[in-house]
């Protein structure tokens, strides 16, 4: 399991971003308040649940 994904923010949704870490894409959903927080920043520690 990933407990969280450290990195840059290669693209930003309402329902999801991808993490660039290390030249590896993470594909991961957010909720709209997650992405409240982090619409304006380039880089980002995101902490992860696999569901």
């Known amino acids: 399991m ?5 990195g840059k923010l290669a693209e930003k949704d ?5 993490v660039d870490v290390g030249g590896i894409g993470y594909h991961v959903k957010i909720t709209l308040n997650t992405f409240s927080q982090i619409k304006n920043l380039n880089e980002c520690k995101i902490h992860t649940h696999l569901h």
């Open 2 to 6: 990933i407990a969280y994904l450290d």
């Open 14 to 18: 309402p329902t999801y971003v991808l």
